[in-house]
């Protein structure tokens, strides 16, 4: 006599938010957001693609949740950079260029992550609403700059040394001007502090 089978048991992914945000990063890695599909990220994951919009209610809501998260892991390669410089100039300099590296290694994230990005400044915003991309960046400022710099001076310093590594960075993805990390390095050592 076989026992009857008891009633199905639903799908359990455990945490199919991240699940989902780190299959939609290696995605990116080979393709453009435009290429990503909600049906390709969820035969990636092994779910229905009705249980993607459990989490994000449409291809929009998941877009700006990998922004958000590439932002974030762009904020991390910069402080273990800052951090493996042994920090001041030195880290401030690498930090700098892991943030050219990491545009050029991810090349479709780190466009989502400034397609998506909110029309704000974030250079005035407060310190704990910001990316930890940006909140690195104005820490720094405030650290190098010397102790009675005016706040729009510290200002300017961020906003020149933001734009110099994400003008840079365009320019590598954009093709116009060749990978050459001794070029960059050069560039980005020519920012001055003081």
């Known amino acids: 006599?076989?026992?009857?089978?008891?009633?199905?048991?639903?799908?359990?992914h455990g945490d199919l938010r991240s699940a989902l945000l780190d299959a939609g990063l290696r995605l990116l890695r080979?393709?453009?957001v435009d290429d990503l599909s909600l049906r390709e990220l969820a035969r990636e994951v092994g779910v229905s693609a009705a249980a993607i919009y459990r989490h994000f209610p449409d291809k929009n809501a998941l877009m700006a949740a990998l922004a958000v998260e590439g932002l974030e892991r762009l904020g991390q390669a910069q402080r273990r950079?800052?951090?493996?410089a042994g920090g001041?100039?030195?880290g401030f300099l690498a930090s700098g260029m892991?943030?050219?590296?990491f545009a050029v290694d991810h090349p479709a994230l780190f466009r989502l992550v400034y397609?998506?990005?909110?029309q704000c400044d974030p250079l005035d915003a407060q310190l704990d609403?910001?990316?930890?991309?940006l909140r690195g960046l104005r820490q720094d400022i405030e650290a190098l700059m010397p102790a009675d710099a005016p706040p729009a001076e510290r200002k300017a310093a961020a906003l020149h040394a933001w734009a110099l590594v994400h003008g840079l960075a365009q320019l590598m993805l954009d093709g116009q001007i060749p990978i050459d990390w001794r070029l960059v390095e050069r560039v980005l050592s020519r920012v001055s502090l003081d």
Do not use: D, L, N
């Open 115 to 118: 397609s998506a990005a909110q």
């Open 98 to 101: 892991a943030y050219v590296r």
């Open 30 to 32: 080979a393709r453009s």
């Open 88 to 90: 001041g100039k030195a």
């Open 81 to 84: 950079a800052m951090r493996a």
């Open 129 to 133: 609403s910001v990316s930890s991309a």
């Open 1 to 12: 006599m076989s026992a009857q089978p008891g009633p199905r048991q639903g799908y359990h």
